[in-house]
């Protein structure tokens, strides 16, 4: 990534060489034995990621650097989108991608606190934790099970004029309705934030041809963190095709400042001190100019090498996360009578984060026994994250005060998967010696 003496290239070669045999050495696992632990997620790797690793290391860009603008610049092409920016986590990304819209370069169709947001409490917090430190009202609408996405029927019911966004995320990488969503908020003119953090290479059919999830609202994230479809240990993106809203996330996740130089660089404009901004001297220095109060959300390089690498392997991660999925689905169809089990949305080509399943109220066993028999055999499980949101203690002002959050109707079915709802892994590092396992004490349960 950086010039090297013919030495130093030398040397290089031979340390990335003797990492790839420590890989084959230390990292390469035992096949799996009875008793062993299934985890629901995990890192897949091999030496191209250790190398990789180890390689910018060597650069010591430790910050954002070479290594990510590679992994910027492949992303966008894999996906199809025209801009990527890299963070630190899943979580920062979502928070940058609601902040960007309460920017003031978005003239009058900003977010302002008490405009409201609608989105689902059956979900990961930090889809809905932006919006409420914001200050901003999330509404919250029931979800539909088996596709346990946002129940689209409700979406009329939620408009009011305060209305400014949806900030939704397609479930354990089952595509949310994208069409009906897409509609709704044309109709309105409304923001999409779609949170992608769990279905990296989803596949939506609208409008004659496929498109990737993410890709379709005004700006999307997603995750890195180890359980997800790749990784960087810690990491996340926010992507647009929207060249303004890329310029103030980069802003929002650089300290807020005006300057768009890349780490290392100075005066690209042309025109660092003949500028005036707000009421600053004229020439200020334009590096130390904040348009925005931001953060410092960076990734660093190392962690983007790592990306690099993995992203070569989405294809096969996407492809094994598939293959799991169908298999789970095909060998418990005959339990059908206890359990729903979970449907792809129509048009849709899911890239499965995980394999969720309900358990019927008139089944003879509950969703917490069989649950305590899987993690009693070492079979981890996940319910599907906060379960309803709204009735977790981070909301126990809000609730009490009866101010800061909107429900529609009645979360029936969000309270049900609260109750009766959990998932199992389909990672890659799955296969049919372990879902056979899975299986067995499913079925055992069932009996």
Known sequence: MKNETSRGKALKEEILSLVAEYYKSEHIKPDHKPGDPI????????EKELQNLVSSSLDFWLTTGPWSDKFEAEFCQYFGVKYCSLVNSGSSANLLAFMALTSHKLGEKKILPGDEVITVAAGFPTTVTPIIQYGAIPVFVDVTIPTYNIDVAQLEAALSPKTKALMIAHTLGNPFDIKAV?????????????DNCDALGSRYFMDDKW?????????ATSSFYPPHHMTMGEGGAVYTNDPELHRIVNSMRDWGRDCWCPSGHDNTCGCRFTQQFGELPLGYDHKY???????NLKVTDMQAAIGCAQLEKLPGFIEAR????????ENLKDLDKYLILPEATENSSPSWFGFMMTVKKDAPFTRDQLVRHLEENKIQTRMLFAGNLTKHPCFDEMRDSGKGFRIVGELKNTDLIMNNSFWVGVYPGMNVKKLDILLSLILETAE
């Open 39 to 46: 985890p629901y997620g995990g890192r897949v790797y091999d």
């Open 182 to 194: 897409k509609d709704f908020c044309s109709k309105h003119s409304l923001w999409l934030i779609e």
């Open 211 to 219: 498109g990737y999830t993410g890709t379709f609202g005004d700006i």
């Open 289 to 295: 100019v904040y348009s925005h109060f931001g953060y």
């Open 322 to 329: 598939k293959k799991n999925w169908q298999y789970l689905k």
